[in-house]
């Protein structure tokens, strides 16, 4: 029973979040209200904001396995492997809208893209998000390395900063009209150019010594 509770949450949940995203991308953020999202999911108001305690939550929503990803991928790397090289290795994989070759999957990127760059909420939203992992990102540092030092932090502003760029790398290529395959090439090649960087200064960073 608990795991058939679960499903069907779950289901209610994207059925609300795939509402909203819909009419969001229909006439853009700021011009729908909770309200008349609710409505067309055929929910309560309040059930909207059991499963959303925000507005931008409704776009936002799956960020939160990015950060249980990233810092798995960092506590978890493997004997050698410094802290920046598990970074690169994490920002580099493909996930997600951005990975599908499919053309409808391309186009619903391309809508959200443009939607969250129209939107002063959304855009803060996502440097709140950004500053969030960021400070996870740093006090795992700090506790990993026994340092409760200004580094730790300096570092984790440093790697999330390449995240941050390309992701705004992205959404200005999306709007500007750029689709499969050519942008995951473009988007990887930035990643590989602003991790090389990263590298000649922090690349001997947190090197995990064997067990």
Known sequence: MTGLRERKKEQTRRLIAETARRLFA??????VPVAEVARAAEVSEQTVFNYFPTKEDLVYWRLGSFED????????????????????????APRGMLASPDEEMQERLAGLAQMIAESPAL??????IFARYTDALAELL????????????VVAN?????????????????VAGARQPRLARDVRAEA????????????????????
């Open 26 to 31: 229909e006439r853009g953020f700021e011009r």
């Open 69 to 92: 990803e990233l810092l798995a991928t960092i506590r978890d790397r493997e004997p050698g492997e410094s802290v920046p090289a598990a970074f690169g290795r994490f920002v580099r």
């Open 123 to 128: 855009l803060a939203r996502e440097q709140q």
């Open 142 to 153: 700090a506790a990993e390395q026994g340092d409760d030092g200004v580094e730790p932090w």
């Open 158 to 174: 440093a790697l999330m900063g390449v995240h941050r760029a390309l992701v705004a790398y992205s959404r200005r290529r999306v």
């Open 192 to 211: 590989d150019r602003a991790l090389a960087r990263l590298d000649a200064g922090l690349g001997d960073y947190g090197i995990r010594r064997g067990r």
